[in-house]
């Protein structure tokens, strides 16, 4: 299958910094790439949906000004968080899709992001 | 109300057990159906689609009542490597562009020897 790499895997900050995560489709080209945010014990939360070339569609509640994304090309999207706070530590999970049936999504290993 | 909603479990069975997990889902426009299975600390990955004729794949069998808007999985003569979280999802009315996804909080096996 479609792979997709994250990196880094894990990541330590301290409060106020600000963290870059990178998502790469290593063997296709991906149209969609998709954030989400998995705290312990509880379900994946969609963040944000970006196309490459366009700006982000965030959901509900996700600010656009702290979890900076950006798509600039078919292979790789970034997602940074800005100003990190110990709140903002959770697992962070790109997928990635290629065709118009968006369903199809290849998920990346995840980002454990933890800030001190 | 959470729109997809599972019961967390854990779930304890041995080898060998047959396990059922529900699903329920809000949306009655939903579109599509999966269940995804999620190993501590890792990615999600699929593990089938749902229809509402009901499928399966080997030990693992699907079904989906619409007009209950209810989920289920199936697991046949468990095996220790079933062990994992499994994470009902379902996609909203109108994604077929989009690829939303929306996960239910997952249900927990534990398949003892």
């Known amino acids: 299958g479609a792979v997709v790499s994250q990196h880094p895997s894990r990541v330590i900050c301290k409060s106020g910094t600000s963290v870059k995560i990178e998502c790469r489709s290593l063997?296709?080209?991906?149209?969609?790439m998709f954030w989400y945010r998995q705290f312990p014990k509880q379900s994946l939360m969609l963040m944000a949906t970006s196309n490459e070339g366009s700006k982000a569609t965030y959901e509900q509640g996700v600010e656009k000004d702290k979890f900076l994304i950006n798509h600039a090309s078919l292979t790789l999207s970034t997602l940074t968080v800005t100003s990190a706070h110990p709140e903002d530590s959770s697992f962070y999970i790109c997928?990635?899709?290629?065709?118009?049936?968006?369903?199809?999504?290849?998920f990346g290993p995840g980002t454990r992001l933890t800030v001190t | 109300r959470k729109e997809v909603e599972q019961d967390p479990g854990p779930f304890n069975v041995p080898e060998g057990a047959t396990v059922a997990f529900n699903c329920t889902y809000s949306n009655s426009a939903s579109q599509s159906f999966f269940w995804y299975r999620q190993d501590c600390r890792k990615e999600p990955k699929l593990l089938m689609s749902v229809y509402s004729s009901g499928n399966e794949d080997g030990r693992f069998t699907a079904q989906l009542n619409r007009a209950s808007q209810y989920i289920s999985l199936l697991i046949r003569d468990s095996k220790l490597s079933d062990s994992a979280t499994y994470l009902c999802?379902?996609?909203?009315?109108?994604?077929?562009?989009?690829?939303?996804?929306?996960f239910g909080q997952g249900t927990t096996l534990q398949v003892k020897p």
């Open positions: 997928s990635a899709s290629a065709g118009l049936a968006g369903h199809e999504q290849y």
């Open positions: 999802v379902v996609t909203p009315h109108g994604s077929s562009n989009t690829g939303k996804l929306i």
């Open positions: 063997d296709f080209q991906a149209t969609t």
